[in-house]
């Protein structure tokens, strides 16, 4: 990361879980202060428990979504505090990345 | 605490109420039932780990009671042999398990308890008793708007603002600890922290208190969770979400806890005990609810069952005698379909497609008996996510299924030259609706009910008379004055055309969905007819659950409308011939409704016919009308009081009829969800118990319409059938009791009497005839025609397939065309030929 590009570092979480959970995803992202998020719906992959079909024409409860959201850094381990047990008991995928952003106070 | 701990507190809190919610299902409002799994956000667990968790949290009996067994061996339901094939069947699925989380495996743990019951049962305090009549007299006062909304606030902000001058809460907490209450953490979050560190519940300890908060009054629980998990972010109204109604609940937990440690003389027994999971015999009868079950005599059983029953567990006795019963049904099932069945007699006239629904299996039947007629069964909303608008309505209906959101708003308009009957029928609504509001509100007014009632008495007096001693006529005196001050017009149903709306490509896309998914892709006759369905019934506050659960608990009428809109479409029809599917231009989409509970079919927009189709549709009408005669004679002989020479008026009385508690039987005793060509199922009387889903696997190389059927309808009239199976093994907790106590609580509920928890689930009426169970509970079996392969592949890429039928809530029949045999699916996805338990000479019968 060239410091001359002028982008400030956030922490960029991304979530897979199913559709039935994006309520408590969107809940969570909230709670911790995030200004916004990202849903992709109807993704599909291989993990733990198995393949996960993505395209159900008249199902979005349970196939997965995907969700990403950007935060400063201070919140993310509050985030990781309400994920955690969520994904001790369900499917799904969790990376944390750090990432870097041009408006920071979009994020903040 | 730190600020980020504090952060990191409340977002595990939110995953914790999360989890704890799980034992509870949501609650649709009363204008869109819906009829759910009440366990289904515990399908993770194979069905007697669900049942074992639901029993120590909810308190709840989840095999059916021993005399429904007694009195179904009675009547050959089940046999000996059915019994003994049970107990092998089940000697070789044992070990299977597929849950984890919080709730797997601790089926043997003792009654999950909270803090406050606990010490109700040590001490003879009624604080959870209180708690519940406090809450409940708040959600019904916040969602009928009498309890003001805070700016920016929800159900929390909403009591917090008011707490402090409630005198109950005075008087049961005396006014230092009204003051506490009202004095409570701003944000829900923070106040649920506090008052469960007041109750001395740990972090480890908080899923399981939290979940038996919520199982304490699963109504009022279950519709927070439908707003926190199922709703529209913009639904309109109050919104009550867990959070808020946590925070509420916990603050009078903890409160009235300290004050009864401190003086136990305040908070004494409340007057009666709200909780129906614990209520005895006496409550039970009150609420119309059969007994519960007294020990079952298997003296009359073979030796060898006698000997090998009592020493087993009461659980695997009722998991062996729920076996045998089950596989009773699905023996004659599908010894039934492996008949051939009789080649058409001539090319149809007419293909109809009618929805999955059960009753629509006994229209399909008698209508191909009557005449050249092929049937096909799809979900309701031929694959048409849609918002609809009716015409004049500020309202929108979302007619689709639940598990998906509508995609597209679809209005209705009067047609090109009726605008002055619309503009009549507009005005003749909007006064109809002033006059109907003027009335609601003198009811409602202090003093206007004594003006209205010496007002008004002089008319409603003989009107009541009329409505109860000739309800039919009634109802047609009223549709007639309805007509003469809004004349009806005629309207059509646009999805979009000159680019507004759905585009072509769209509509196309849902066209060719529908059509490949029911394995309708070539052979059209001259008229395809898509028939949804709705049920008519007067003074019903659970209407909608007799509407069609595939357009969200909707009349289906306005779905079959607009598809046949786009089937008929020039530049639909040309995008779906450059796809293969070629429908000729001189073959017409018709949309009709079938009414439920007359069994009448109306068929919609006769004034867009070309003439050369009227001769056609004319025929066509008479045979629906025949054959719905022969619908509602099947009927009648099912309806407990419906009598008369002819049965077409004794359903359209009954369906009239303000008084009567059971205008039709619903979707009881459905049983099986059968996805096949209808070859499979033709010239079968299926007694109106099987969800009938047409199916090619000819058209479907890659299984995405049989992994469209398995993951949407299936699941559907999986949820159905669940809802039917809890509600008749537990009505007491599952059931919404006798509907002749209901009373409607804020448009969205009803309670027993004046006021307590929301009712779950059907009313008795739709699964009784008076003590006996009128519905069999039973798992759904769900029987497909398709390559083992095929379906093996959908089943490994859908997670919620592989719990369905791994964990056993749904059993699963397979052959791989109709020359094979039929073949059972057991967890974990290995195949054996099904073979009957021995057959009993004296019964033998699909009807079951």
Redesign the interface.
Known sequence: MDESWGLTRMTRVEVVV?G??V??LA??FA??GATGFTAVSNV?GLGH?????G????????ALALLTVVLPP??T???L???R??L????GVLLVSDTWVSRPQYFQ | MSG?DA??????L???I??AARVIAPLWPLSTFIAVNPLW?LR?LPFDDAIACATRVLGVRGHPPAPLFAAAYADRRVTAADLRAAIDDRSAARGYGCG???W?GDGGAARTLTVTERHDSSFGTAIAAATDREVAKWCAAYLGGVLPAQPGGGFYAAWRAIVARDPAARRMAGRAGRDRLARLGSQP?GAIITCLERLGVGEEERVPELARQLARMPGWAGHAKWR???AAPDHPGPPLHLLDYLAVRLGYEAELLGVAVARPSRVGRAPRAPRRGRWGRGRRQERGVPPRSEPFDIASLPDDLRGHLPGLPATEVARVWLGGYEGHYRDRLLAALERPSPAPSARPSVQAVFCIDVRSEGLRRHLEAVGPYETFGF?GFF?L?IRYRPWGSADALDL??V???PNAEVAERPSPGAAPTAGRQLTGRQALAAAQGALDGARKGALSPFILAEAAGFFAGPLAVTKTLVPARYLRLRRWAGRRLAPPTATVVDAGSAGVGMSDEEQALFAE?ALTTMGLTGNFAPVLLLCGHGSTTENNPHASSLDCGACGGNRGGASARAAAAILNRVAVRRLLSERGILIPDGTVVVAAEHDTATDRVTVFDAHLLAPAHHDRIAALRRDLERAGVALAAERVSRLPGARGPDPAAAVAARSADWAQVRPEWGLARNAAFIVAPRDVTAGVDLACRSFLHSYDPGVDPDG?AL??IL???M?VAHWINAQYYFATVDPEVFSAGDKTVHNIVAGIGVVQGTGGDLQVGLPLQSLFDADQAYHEPMRLLTVVQAPQALLEAVI?????L?ELFDGQWVHLAGRDHADDRWKIRRPGGTWTWWTPAATDPKEASTRG
């Open positions: 199913a039935d959970d309520a408590l809940e969570l709670e911790v599909s428990s198995g393949y996960h079909q395209r159900l024409l008249f199902n979005d409860r349970n201070e919140r381990a509050a985030l505090d309400g994920l047990p969520l001790a008991g369900r499917s | 980020a952060l990191g507190a409340r977002a595990r939110l995953t914790q999360d989890e956000d993770q984890r989380g919080q797997a979050e926190s998990r199922w979900a694959a996510p689709c299924p598990l998906v959101r969905t995405i992994e469209t993951t949407a309808p699941v490994a890429r859908n997670p919620v592989r």
